[in-house]
């Protein structure tokens, strides 16, 4: 193990965050995003051959971008400077870029207004410097035209729960595999996340006095899954993803929407995404949103879709807004399940052997004499078109 490591998360200067002392110091090391650092990619081709030019990464938290950017610059050998636009000025920025052989990551690109933005491009376009933007929101909404003409874009995933748990950090900090995993599937594909849980864990641990440190040994520590559930009760937090206790929030969270009620459904979803499940939190809001309302208010799915969409974008804990706002407007829609009936309906048909054959006139055959119904007065003509067995039976009600 790393000693400095070690060190720096349980000596008595223990300053940085666990996820920014264990940060990756090259692409190899980098989980997930392998459609970008993968061998033969652009990126991995810039690390490789040290030359850079204006990019801009866009996707949730935690998935890497920060990361990769200070690994080109590294790799080019270009001095590194980290700005987010959320707490700086013009000024600061343009005192960034007027330094040669300059990598300026600006975070949060989002926050800058469109003059704000403008004023980077003279600089871009000269190569005084080389920028690299990242935002979690999509950069054709929320980026100046000219300056994104000016990069090059690459949108980051989250992470699969597999691509968090391949880390060697869970072997490095000995924790069980069932906890690995646990943490993993509640990450919300957010490595910084699934980071903080473990360091989280580490600190409970070593103020207990179970962390007994030695210079000369591997760390003692073994994470378990009840170590997990304690620090799961403590925060009103259930881990166990594969217990009745998650189904039950789950069965809660769906029956609460199709009953219109909203506080009900507020409640249980924030119970999942507190436990840091955003993958079945979501999945429930956009079934119930087609399921039980669907064509009763097309708009709402279309709603549920946007607002799932934004979720994983952002990530946890933001990710909680959106669905919150997805969660009311499904409880207080007007319900009608008429898409679900009717589709279970016809597969149960299906399943019943039925329908085997499809009306000639409606067959890819030449000259099978299908009527097109815009040829006829009022768009519509009377034929066929179930089976022969089929005939007369309604499966839309």
């Keep these: 193990m790393d000693t400095r490591r070690r060190d ?3 000596g008595a200067a223990y300053e940085q965050p666990l996820a920014e002392v264990l940060r990756p110091h090259t692409l190899s090391e980098v989980q997930g995003q392998k459609h970008l650092i993968g061998p033969g990619t652009p990126l991995r081709r810039m690390a490789e051959g040290g030359k850079l030019r204006s990019l801009i990464f866009y996707g949730p938290p935690g998935c890497g971008k920060t990361t990769v950017a200070r690994i080109l610059a590294e790799n080019a050998g270009l001095r590194y400077v980290h700005v987010n636009a959320t707490d700086t000025s013009t000024k600061e920025i343009q005192e960034a870029l007027s330094g040669g052989g300059t990598v300026l990551y600006l975070d949060e690109i989002q926050y800058l207004n469109k003059k704000q933005q403008q004023t980077l491009l003279s600089s871009v376009e000269a190569g005084a ?16 035209p000219a ?5 090059a874009a690459f949108e980051f995933k989250p992470l699969t729960a597999a691509e968090i748990r391949e880390s060697p950090v869970w072997a490095q900090y000995r924790v069980s595999p069932d906890a ?7 990450s919300g594909g957010d ?7 473990l360091e989280l864990l580490l600190s409970t641990k070593e103020l207990s006095g179970e962390q007994k440190e030695d210079s000369d040994e591997p760390l003692a520590t073994c994470i378990t899954m009840q170590d997990l559930q304690r620090l799961g009760q403590a925060q009103g937090i259930n881990y166990d993803k594969s217990g009745d206790d998650h189904f039950n929030l789950m069965s809660a969270l769906q029956k609460s929407l199709r009953g219109s009620d909203a506080d009900a459904a507020v409640f249980y979803l924030a119970k999942l995404l507190e436990a ?21 208010s097309p708009q709402v799915p279309i709603f549920v879709t946007a607002a799932v969409e ?3 974008r952002v990530g946890l804990p933001e990710a909680r807004i959106p669905l919150a706002d997805a969660a009311i407007l499904v409880a207080r829609a007007p319900k009608l399940n008429t898409g679900d009936a009717a589709i279970s309906a016809a597969a149960e048909a299906i399943r019943a052997g039925k329908g085997q054959t499809v009306p000639r006139h409606i067959t890819n055959v030449p000259n099978s004499g299908y009527k097109y119904p ?7 003509v009377a034929q066929q078109y179930l089976p022969d067995d089929l005939l007369g039976v309604k499966f839309v009600e």
């Design 8 to 10: 720096s998360l349980f």
């Design 129 to 144: 410097c080389v920028l690299i933007a990242a935002t979690t929101e999509n950069p054709f909404h929320y980026i100046y």
């Design 147 to 151: 300056l994104l003409s000016r990069c």
């Design 180 to 186: 690995a995993e646990a943490i993993a599937e509640h």
């Design 191 to 197: 490595m910084r996340r699934a980071l903080n849980t």
């Design 276 to 296: 840091g499940d955003l993958i079945s939190a979501a999945r429930r809001l956009l079934v119930c949103a087609y399921e039980d309302v669907g064509i009763a």
């Design 310 to 312: 934004a979720a994983e």
């Design 374 to 380: 815009h040829d006829y007065p009022g768009h519509w």
